[in-house]
């Protein structure tokens, strides 16, 4: 007897494997794998999200709206133009299934976002992974990947896990590059720890014609990533779509109401950059010194390179015996590295003394071998 069947393709993706969270045998565990915020969800949104504990039998606003206007005021934004999802994982998945599909294809960098290959392939089309130059994403050689079948492109800027940015000039030469049946994504989770005053984060291109999208999301910056709240800015007609497809209740009234005074907290996003770009150059500068090639990043984490996939295997499993969880990034092509999160203070001075202690184990062993 035979059973249920799914789509041939669907055997062909692999679950997506999110950072881990636990190690056996270890009380105090400090998690670096998933690019959380540092600073965890803002007082503000802990007491909103408190306070609606007795309301939790109503349905949520099925349109996000109050949620939609205070992300409009934030950042000058139509809410109209605004479609709120849970997390921007599920715009992704929208977004492939109604611009995708069966016949079609779906370009993406060779080392971007996992999701864009599992949410293009469940759609049904053939996701094209382009590769890129130096870890930062190749314009032309996306470009060149484009024909008559292509209908997305998704752009990570900046990229996860590579953690470059791609110049806003280069953005805008992919936009004018494109036909005009492409649809651009420019996924800007990391949007708010980019200091560079050159960058947009995707509004510009958004508000110049209908073929670009923007998505953020509130997992990062705000600490909101069980919450699960993401937006997208984009056409009226791709808005007219999404509100199509998407869940009616999708964003729950509690997360809707962390997200709204997530975006109320006075000073959260300087503080968090500011604290940010502090801790990534100064873990970054004392890995460097103990041997670690770092690669320059501009989201709440970077690559550490370790030369070989043994070493960065070896490098992990010291990292856990420590109770220090970074993420492992062999399903993205860079086995030899480790993506770091920046955490706290005394998180990343963990790691960075963790890390030197382990370089002089490898260094002495390398001497005693000679």
Not at 92 to 113: E, R
Not at 309 to 319: E, G, I, K, V
């Amino acid at each position: 007897m035979t059973g249920p069947k799914p789509r041939p393709e669907i055997m062909a993706i692999h679950a997506y494997v999110a950072g881990e969270g636990k190690i056996a045998g270890v009380n105090r565990v400090i998690k670096l794998s998933s690019n959380e915020g540092a600073f965890g969800p803002p007082p503000r949104a802990q007491a909103a999200y408190a306070a609606v504990a007795a309301e939790q039998h109503r349905y949520p606003d099925g349109g996000s709206s109050e949620l939609r206007r205070a992300i409009g005021t934030r950042f000058g934004l139509d809410p109209e133009r605004i479609v709120c999802g849970t997390g921007s994982d599920e715009l992704i998945g929208h977004l492939c299934h109604c611009y995708g599909g069966p016949g079609t294809d779906i370009i993406m960098s060779m080392h971007g976002f996992t999701m864009y290959q599992i949410a293009g392939t469940y759609a049904g089309s053939r996701v094209l992974k382009v590769p890129e130059r130096d870890l930062t994403v190749n314009v032309d050689a996306l470009l060149g990947a484009v024909t008559d079948a292509t209908t997305l492109l998704f752009l990570a800027n900046p990229n996860n896990p590579t953690g470059t940015l791609l110049p806003q000039s280069e953005v805008e030469r992919l936009r004018a590059g494109l036909p005009g049946h492409v649809l651009l994504v420019l996924d800007a989770a990391y949007a708010e720890y980019v200091d560079d005053p050159d960058y947009d984060a995707g509004a510009r291109l958004v508000d110049q014609g209908e073929n670009t999208v923007m998505l953020r999301t509130f997992s990062k910056v705000f600490g909101l990533g069980g919450m699960r709240v993401g937006w997208a800015y984009a056409p009226a007609p791709v808005v007219d779509v999404l509100n199509r497809v998407r869940g009616v209740f999708n964003v729950n009234l509690a997360a809707q109401a962390a997200a709204l005074a997530a975006l109320a907290e006075p000073g959260w996003i300087e503080k968090s950059r500011a604290h940010n770009t502090e801790w990534r150059g100064r873990l970054g500068a004392a890995l460097e010194a103990a041997g670690i090639g770092v690669h320059p990043s501009h989201g709440n984490f970077f690559l550490a390179d370790f030369d070989t996939p043994a070493r960065a295997a070896a490098a992990d499993a010291f990292l856990k015996s420590r109770g220090l969880i970074v993420r492992a990034v062999a399903g993205y092509g860079l086995p030899h590295c480790l993506r770091i999160t920046i955490g706290t203070a005394e998180e990343c001075t963990l790691v960075a003394d963790a890390l030197t202690t382990f370089m002089d184990q490898q260094h002495n062993v390398a001497a005693n071998d000679a």
